[in-house]
């Protein structure tokens, strides 16, 4: 019996720190970039756009479609280098398994 509640503890306390890393991931940005820094997305670990940077040189009424495609690939980047500090953060709880829902 002493040895289920003290399961019970460990349990809740890494229940607990979870939580805690889930919540700092909102704190963390990370940033993508396209067309060699012309077009900068950053994201925080919510994958949550924060901001979308597009310096003078990127736009060109011309070519609507380039720039589309730089910021698509720009927020792409952010996103996956989002997910990957969500799997660095979280895949110490699990082991690196990846549970659908948890983050």
Same mark, same amino acid.
């Given at each position: 019996?002493?040895?289920? +509640? ?37 994201? +925080? ?59």
């Amino acid at each position: 019996m002493n040895n289920m +509640n003290q399961m019970m503890k460990q349990v809740k306390k890494m229940q607990e720190q979870m939580l805690k890393a889930q919540e700092e991931l909102a704190d963390k940005t990370v940033q993508g970039t396209s067309g060699g820094g012309v077009v900068t997305a950053e994201v +925080n670990g919510h994958k949550k756009l924060l901001a979308i940077t597009i310096k003078p040189e990127a736009v060109d009424p011309e070519d609507v479609e380039m720039l589309q495609d730089l910021v698509m690939t720009a927020v792409n980047d952010a996103m996956s280098k989002a997910d990957e500090i969500a799997n660095k953060d979280m895949g110490k709880f699990t082991g690196g398994m990846n549970i659908p829902g948890l983050f």
